[in-house]
C-alpha cells in the first residue's frame, strides 16, 4: 500500500470526537483504520493483515469481498440496474431471495418481509405480534439485546445499552438461561430447567395472564454468547402458546448457518418459532434484514399500511440471494460446525493452562469465551478482556467482545475459515493469554 494514501489515524480521531455521537466506540487502546478485505482478512491503513476472527461484527458469512457478489455487483453497476425500487414496484430479485429464505425456513414460516437491519426486523416482528394477538406485553430476557431503536432497547437486558428516557411500557423480563452462572444456583448436572419454567413465572406475576411475545436469541449475542439448553426451547415454546403468545427467534446474530446444522438455529433446534428476524450474516455485510413469519400472523397485518423505503431493493436483496447461493454451494454450514469444533477443543485445551478461561460456549463459528479472575469467585475480568483484545491485535487477530460486564471474548470468523486459519487463531491466543497473565 502506498504510504500517505490514508489520513492519519489520529485526524480520524480527533475529528470523531469533535463530531462524532460519543457513542461512537472504538475497539482497541490504539485504534485501527481498517482500508481493505479479502476471505478471511482484513487490512490496515499501515499494511498491516489481520485475520478478521469477529467477522465484521457478526456479519461476514461467506468471506470478505467474495467475488460471486464482487461480480454480480460489477454487472449491476455496469448494467445501470435499478438501485432504488422498494416493494411498491415488482423486481424479480426480491422474489429470488424470498424464494431461496423460504427453502432454509423452518416449517410454517412462509412469509418474508425484508427489512435494512436487525433492529427493524424485530421492531416489525414485535408490532405484528401486537397486532395479530391484540396483546401489548413481550416478555424478553435479562442480558439480551435485540437492536437500538425505541422498542427493541425496551427489551435490552443491558443498563449500559438503555436511557433514562428508555421506554418499557408493554414488556417484562425472565430471567436469563444461564448455565455457567445460573440465576438458580444449579449445574447442568442438576438443572431441571428452572430457567424455562421461570418464563411462566414471570406472566403470571408480571403480566395480566395473556402476553403478544416473547422474543429470545438462540444464543444470546451482546450478552456473552449465553448457550441456553437445547430442551429449554421446546418447554419455553409451550408456555408461551399456552398464554396466548406468539414466540420471536431473534436470529440477527445465530442465523446464516453460523451455528452449523441449518441456515437458521431454529431450524436445527426444532422448536415450533412462530417468527425468525435475521440480518448480519444474511447479506454478508450488506444492510439488509429480514422477518420470517407465519401466514396466520401475516394476514391479520391486512388492512394496515407498513412500508420500509429501502426494503427489499435489489442490491441488497440480490447479497442476501448471492450469500444464500454461497453458503450452500462452498458447503459453509458443515463448515462452520467442523471448525467450531476445532477451535472449541482448541480453547478447551488452552483453558488447561491459562486460568482466566473460566467458560468456553456457543454454537458452530459463534463461540464465547468468558474470562474471569478466579474460577471459584468468577469474578469478571473486564480489564483483562480488553488487553487480550489488544495483544491478539498485535499478533494479527481481531475479536469481539461482549457481556454485561465486558469480559467474554468473542469469535466469529467468516464461515468459509480452514483448519490452518483456526490453528493459527489459537497460537495468538495461546501466546496473547501468556502476555497478559
Known amino acids: 500500500m502506498e504510504k500517505n494514501k490514508y489520513p492519519s489515524n489520529q485526524s480520524l480521531i480527533d475529528f470523531r470526537k469533535k463530531h462524532f455521537m460519543h457513542t461512537a466506540a472504538l475497539y482497541h487502546k490504539t485504534p485501527l483504520q481498517l482500508v481493505k478485505a479479502q476471505g478471511e482478512y482484513v ?65 410454517g414460516l412462509d412469509r418474508v418481509s425484508f427489512t435494512n437491519s436487525g433492529s427493524e426486523a424485530n421492531e416489525l416482528a414485535i408490532m405484528a405480534a401486537r397486532n395479530a394477538t391484540g396483546e401489548t406485553m413481550v416478555v424478553n430476557l435479562r442480558h439480551s439485546y435485540h437492536g437500538g431503536t425505541s422498542g427493541t432497547l425496551a427489551s435490552c437486558g443491558h443498563s449500559t445499552w438503555r436511557f433514562k428516557a428508555q421506554p418499557v411500557t408493554g414488556t417484562t423480563s425472565a430471567l436469563e438461561p444461564n448455565c455457567y452462572r445460573c440465576p438458580f444456583g444449579k449445574k447442568p448436572e442438576s438443572c431441571s430447567l428452572e430457567c424455562a419454567k421461570n418464563v411462566e413465572t414471570t406472566i403470571q406475576t408480571s403480566t395480566h395472564g395473556k402476553i403478544a411475545a416473547f422474543i429470545a436469541e438462540p444464543v444470546m449475542g451482546v450478552g456473552g454468547f449465553i ?45 415450533a418459532a412462530d ?26 397485518m391486512a388492512g394496515k399500511s407498513y412500508f420500509n423505503t429501502f426494503g427489499g431493493d435489489p442490491y441488497q436483496t440480490l447479497q442476501a440471494k448471492l450469500t444464500m447461493d454461497i453458503i450452500r454451494e462452498e458447503n459453509l454450514v458443515k463448515n462452520a460446525k467442523d471448525m467450531g469444533a476445532l477451535l472449541k477443543d482448541g480453547i478447551l485445551e488452552l483453558a488447561k493452562k491459562h486460568m482466566l478461561i473460566g467458560d468456553v460456549r456457543g454454537r458452530g463459528l459463534l463461540m464465547g469465551i468468558e474470562l474471569v479472575k478466579d474460577r471459584t469467585s468468577k469474578v469478571h475480568a473486564t480489564a483483562e478482556a480488553a488487553a487480550f483484545m489488544d495483544a491478539c491485535k498485535e499478533h494479527g487477530l481481531l475479536l469481539g467482545k461482549g457481556g454485561l460486564m465486558g469480559n467474554v471474548i468473542r469469535l466469529a470468523p467468516p464461515l468459509s475459515i480452514n483448519r490452518e486459519q483456526v490453528g493459527s487463531m489459537l497460537k495468538i491466543m495461546d501466546q496473547a493469554f501468556a502476555e497478559i497473565a
Open 43 to 107: 487490512w490496515d491503513s499501515e499494511g498491516n493483515r489481520y485475520l478478521d476472527a469477529i467477522g465484521g461484527i457478526v456479519c461476514i458469512s461467506a468471506g470478505h469481498n467474495h467475488p460471486k457478489i464482487k461480480k454480480a455487483l460489477m454487472q449491476y453497476l455496469e448494467s445501470d440496474m435499478i438501485q432504488h425500487t422498494s416493494t411498491l414496484y415488482l423486481t424479480e430479485v426480491a422474489v429470488e431471495a424470498t424464494k431461496a429464505l423460504l427453502e432454509e425456513a423452518p416449517a
Open 275 to 300: 417468527m425468525v428476524t435475521m440480518a448480519k450474516g444474511f447479506g454478508n455485510g450488506a444492510a439488509i434484514g429480514a422477518v420470517l413469519m407465519k401466514s396466520e400472523v401475516a394476514e391479520k
Open 227 to 271: 448457550t441456553p439448553p437445547e430442551q429449554y426451547f421446546h418447554e419455553v415454546v409451550k408456555i408461551v402458546h399456552n398464554y396466548g403468545g406468539i414466540y420471536i427467534s431473534d436470529e440477527v446474530q445465530t442465523g446464516a448457518g453460523r451455528c452449523g446444522g441449518n441456515f437458521l438455529l431454529t431450524k436445527t433446534l426444532g422448536f
